[in-house]
């Protein structure tokens, strides 16, 4: 009999706009008892003193020390975007760790020929509306509010460096050389209406479904449809 | 006070609709708007004007590096400098520069200016800028996280190279060497002096003022809106207890001389309208990769000049001739009226190197050489004596 309980825990791994919280198409899972744990990374959590590091295997080391730092795994991995892409890479390099893992329209494999609106040829202000189908949530207007005034832009100016740093200028990190060492069960899903990394992409990635009336950060364009997904894949 | 002609070699032939059919002159402009022939003439001509530069008596002719750019057509400065170093015999040859972080390894910008040194007999100054975001990060593909690191140790690694009796290895972050023995190394013993142009950031004031290179404040948009970045680099010189000796600085101007103040404002309106409202269309969204300037700048709330000016420009008008006088964009008279605010600019700024621009835009071979001819003959004498109470130790041995 297949186990039909969501897992106790997953770890989730957000998008190139960083960690506003736990998105509403996870939301749903915990609330029906699936913990979510999202680690807490450098730059991304805006601490002043980030530095970038140089190299990407610096990068996958500083998101798995948060990662282990949180104890949660052997555990169900469901990465976003820049989340997707890290969550790629520790099932690949790490199989004792993922036992699931769903790709929710992960950076990592880029084609020339299409490579999707430049995020950062657009300025500041204006980059949030590209990455949503449905507007930007509200939980992204006022990231790093708690910090004050002055330190607030800062601490966002921080969160983009860590993921400019990762994603330029193309976003692909070899991935697509890296791919056949996932053995675990994978789900790959995209919104249809993805302006930074094309749909076309899932094939690379082993094909998937795509959503209809989201785009790139898909967990907060269309919960329920994820939500569902996510919990058909990981009760499966 | 040092004269400098510099040469920003503008394709001249934009359309008159530049501006509003397309986006940006940088980064993504479309290669179309090149015609090969002028291009080619372009080359020729202007190199011609950089050699006569020096036969008005000019202290150094200076070249720079841009990269997808419709207003520098100098992606390989280094091309340039290796003809004006055969070509010329006594100015200075003032690359500003190569941009370091763009070439792996930078051992090669070692190599290529040591042989422009050698040629030149060590008339080199070997100038260093991190360069635009325009051209590094979105142009070349660097990292913006990356770029200044890359940069500083990449310069580290030329100094090196250039100073080295011996083969060396380097581990950088970036740079791994077992063998580090360029040949040739300079003319100039140990090295050619490094200036560094920039933008306003307050790590490159720093970095200017602790190794003792010259801050090159390399604006489009003239002294007055230098000030508060000059200022920014004396106040830096000054917390590293060293002298206000003006020849640290040096600073770009365009400049427009004639008989009088109504010849020289038919002569010089349309050039300076055609760069700064069809050259200088950049896209704002070009400006701004997270990463390029640091945590501590962002914090200043430093924003580089051409990101202020590319926004606000876009976001209003283009600008009009009497905005480009009011402002300083453009420095244009007499000689009298041009030697007047040059003057002032330098004793009130403290600017030993002045970078005059007297070709921009659309200006043609016949104006160029005659505001070369004006400035070297009724202008620069006169400034020359300035500061002529400091030692200049920034200056090629060879020139």
Known sequence: MPDSRLPERLIYLFGIAGNAGTSPALQQLADEGCEIITPSVPGFDGVSGFVAPFEYLDWLASFWDSIDASAATPCPVVGASIGGMIAADLAAMRPEAVTKLALLAPFGIADASNPGFDLYAVRGPDRLQHLFAKGVPEAFNNRFADRGEEDAPVALYLSEIAAASLTWPLGDRGLARRIHRITCPKLVLWGEQDELLPPGLIERWGGGDVVAGAGHLLEWDTPDEVASKLRTFLKD | ?399
Request: some cysteine; hydrophobic content about 40%; charged content about 20%.
């Open chain 2, 1 to 399: 006070m040092k004269m400098l002609w510099f040469h920003l070699m503008p394709y001249p032939a934009l359309p008159d609709d530049f501006n509003k059919k397309h986006r940006s002159v940088w980064v993504d402009i479309d290669p179309a708007l090149f015609d090969r022939d002028i291009m080619a003439e372009t080359y020729d001509t202007y190199i011609e004007q950089l050699v006569y530069a020096e036969e008005c008596g000019f202290d150094a002719i200076c070249v720079n590096e841009h990269h997808n750019n419709g207003y520098g057509l100098m992606p390989s400065p280094n091309l340039i400098a290796s003809i004006l170093a055969s070509r010329t015999s006594k100015a200075a040859i003032t690359v500003l520069g190569n941009s370091v972080a763009l070439y792996n390894p930078p051992v090669r910008i070692a190599e290529e200016m040591a042989m422009l040194d050698l040629m030149s007999r060590g008339r080199l100054i070997a100038g260093f800028p991190v360069g635009t975001p325009m051209d590094t990060c979105y142009s070349y593909g660097v990292n913006p996280s990356h770029l200044r690191p890359k940069y500083y140790e990449g310069i580290e690694l030329i100094k090196q190279a250039w100073e080295s009796t011996e083969a060396f290895a380097f581990n950088g972050q970036f740079n791994q060497h077992r063998y580090v023995n360029p040949v040739p190394r300079p003319y100039q013993r140990p090295r050619p002096p490094i200036w560094i142009p920039g933008g306003g950031s307050v790590e490159t004031w720093d970095f200017c003022a602790a190794n003792d290179y010259v801050y090159g404040a390399l604006t489009y948009y003239g002294y007055k809106m230098v000030r508060e970045t000059i200022a920014g680099f004396w106040r830096q010189v000054e917390a590293h207890g060293k002298d206000a000796n003006p020849n640290r600085l040096a600073v770009t101007q365009f400049i427009g001389v004639a008989d009088t103040d109504a010849e020289a404002h038919k002569l010089y309106r349309e050039p300076a309208e055609y760069f700064f409202n069809r050259s200088l269309h950049v896209y704002p969204g070009f400006t701004d990769p997270p990463g390029y300037v640091t945590e501590a700048s962002a914090r200043a709330r430093y924003k580089s000049q051409v990101r202020q000016v590319a926004r606000s420009k876009q976001a209003s008008h283009d600008l009009t001739w009497q905005e480009m006088l009011d402002k300083g964009y453009v420095v244009v008279g007499s000689a009298d009226t041009v030697r007047e605010q040059l003057e002032a600019a330098a004793r009130e700024l403290n600017i030993g190197n002045m970078c005059a621009m007297l070709q921009f835009g659309n200006m043609n071979d016949e104006v160029t050489r005659y505001n070369t001819q004006m400035f070297g003959e009724k202008v620069a004498p006169q400034l020359r004596t300035m500061f002529s109470e400091f030692s200049h130790d920034w200056w090629p041995t060879g020139a």
